[in-house]
């Protein structure tokens, strides 16, 4: 049996919402919208059964979904998700940024996950429909964006251990603010010793909810060592690099040469990751992707031999880190200043994604028309 979408694209039905959240409210939420705390008026569903494939393509008005506590995704965990942006340009149309790269990302994760796939074409398809449905919620201004979630769950009430034969995809959307409520500032990462996020053949490489449900405790670690977020090592060894809970992350050395972890099948292959590596590239920077030991970070930052680090995902872009702390030490400095070449990057992409730097690449995808 083969799960993939069928090649003909599905057709979207479109119930609109009759109690709208009012314009007052809506221009409130936006003014401070945080993140994740509120969701638009409308949302995608997508239903799949192993005999029908995908079938009712809907936009919805946004609301709960009723379950059956048998759920199969209740009891093991068989989900996976994306997470992109939507832009508001200064001329008020609205992008998005390299989405086909997350809908061939959410095909692979369902692969892992043994949910079905869902087509490229439906995937756009859906953010488009949701995005003209609410493109008022969409915040204009800089570093601020509509936040999309897409998501495939295991929807078949049974309980026993083997994919579900019945499943569903839903996009949602939340405005988002400013990653950096002050301005982008260094962060510190706590280096977990004890606890690793995946391992060799496990799901590291897909986006699942569960790599983020075996991250909490570890995060919490961090916290309560005043780091923002944990970079976790390789379960093999528990010597090399292996990603930050939600991000990638990469180091410049003293001569000039971008280093990342390399897609080894553990790390999520982020997309910001890849934009990076394309925009270093473009500016004359050699990247190199090779497998790099904690100690080799840690000294680096200390000798001086590394000079700035950093880390990739679509909430935060690029995420300065001035300091590594560990039971162990630490290293580096919390106050030390965001690097050249981190800031050069990360106004070259975030430029990118505004619309004012010119999009060489042929990243950004028009949502509203
Ligand atoms: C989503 C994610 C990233 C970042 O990917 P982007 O496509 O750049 O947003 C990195 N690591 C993990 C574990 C992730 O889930």
Redesign the pocket.
């Known amino acids: 049996m083969t799960i993939t979408a069928a090649a003909a694209p599905i057709a979207f039905q479109r119930r609109l919402t009759e109690t709208p959240i009012s314009v007052e409210t809506r221009e409130h939420i936006l003014a401070d919208p945080s993140f994740g705390r509120y969701f638009t008026d409308h949302m995608i569903a997508i239903d799949w059964t192993a005999d029908r494939g995908w079938h009712d393509a809907r936009l919805q008005p946004y609301g709960p979904l009723t379950m059956d506590p048998a759920s199969a995704v209740l009891h093991y965990g068989q989900e996976v998700f994306e997470?992109?942006k939507a832009f508001r340009h200064a001329d008020g149309s609205i992008w998005t940024f390299r989405p086909e790269?997350?809908a061939a990302?959410l095909q692979g994760s369902a692969r892992r996950l043994a949910l079905p796939e869902l087509s490229t074409t439906d995937f756009l398809e859906s953010l488009r429909v949701l995005v003209s449905a609410d493109a008022a919620w969409v915040p204009s201004g800089a570093e601020r964006s509509l936040y999309l979630r897409p998501f495939i769950i295991a929807n078949e009430t049974f309980i026993g251990v083997r994919p579900a034969r019945v499943a569903a995809y839903y996009a949602i959307a939340s405005p988002a603010g400013p990653y950096f409520e002050e301005g982008v500032k260094p962060v510190s990462i706590w280096v977990s010793t004890e606890f690793s996020?995946a391992g060799r053949g496990g799901t590291?490489a897909a986006?699942s909810g569960g790599?983020?449900a075996s991250s909490l405790l570890p995060q919490n670690e961090a916290q309560s060592n005043g780091c923002a977020q944990v970079l976790f090592a390789d379960a093999e060894t528990g010597t090399r690099i292996d990603?930050?809970?939600?991000?990638?992350i990469f180091f410049l050395t003293r001569e000039n040469v971008l280093v990342t972890p390399p897609a080894s099948g553990s790390?999520?292959?982020?997309?910001?990751?890849d934009s990076v590596i394309q925009i270093a590239r473009d500016r004359g920077l050699r990247v190199d992707e090779r497998d790099v030991l904690i100690a080799e970070l840690c000294d680096g930052m200390t000798s001086g031999e590394i000079t700035e680090v950093f880390a990739?995902?679509?909430?935060g872009v690029i995420t300065p880190i001035a300091q590594l702390k560990s039971r162990e030490g630490a290293w580096g400095s919390a106050d030390a200043a965001v690097g050249d070449v981190t800031r050069e990057l990360r106004d070259e992409l975030t430029g990118i994604q505004r619309g004012h730097r010119a999009d060489r690449h042929g990243w950004m995808w028009r949502l509203d028309e």
């Open positions: 997470g992109l790269q997350n990302r996020r590291g986006k790599n983020y990603e930050v809970g939600s991000m990638n790390i999520l292959e982020g997309i910001t990751r990739t995902g679509t909430a």
